[in-house]
């Protein structure tokens, strides 16, 4: 990992990880999907709140590693306010990045601080810990109801 991404991933992660962004449940949620990572024991409950196309709120909760509550905290953060098309093409950028890392051909500058989460890539145990709330808003969106498990 680079100094420069290394830097990014200990300031971004370790303070999502600490503070979560939209914790907690979203009462007027219309879709929600559950989410659940075996290898490490991380569960999430996404809720979000779709009008029409666009994300207009999306809260999670759940129990997890630093990592999985970071990655969740910063997708939601990421895709309120966007369109659907635009969380789910955001979806397979990051996922690209966590599974192939420099390899992906994916611009780091393409998906702003979500970056920090490509460092996971040099740690394999780690990969579905950040994959996991993309995983689910991916469910989510697509109205799946069946629980997402990483395996
Ligand atoms: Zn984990």
Same mark, same amino acid.
């Given at each position: 990992m680079s100094d420069e991404l290394k830097d990014l991933y200990q300031e971004v992660v370790l303070d999502h990880g600490k503070r979560p962004r939209n914790f907690g449940e979203l009462p007027d949620a219309n879709r929600t999907a559950d989410g659940y990572n075996p290898l490490c024991g991380d569960q999430i409950k996404l809720f979000v709140k779709l009008e029409g196309e666009l994300i207009r709120d999306v809260r999670f909760t759940g129990q997890g590693c630093a990592i999985s509550k970071a990655s969740a905290s910063m997708m939601t953060a990421a895709v309120k306010e966007h369109t659907r098309a635009e969380a789910l093409a955001l979806f397979d950028r990051v996922h690209a990045l966590v599974t192939?890392?420099?390899? =992906? *051909? @994916?611009?780091?500058e393409s998906v702003g601080k979500l970056a920090?989460? =490509? *460092? @996971?890539?040099?740690?394999p145990a780690r990969v579905k810990c950040a994959s996991l709330a993309w995983h689910t808003l991916k469910s989510a969106l697509e109205g799946k109801a069946e629980k997402v498990s990483t395996e």
């Open positions: 192939l890392g420099p390899t =992906s *051909g @994916v611009e780091l920090a989460l =490509s *460092g @996971v890539w040099e740690f």
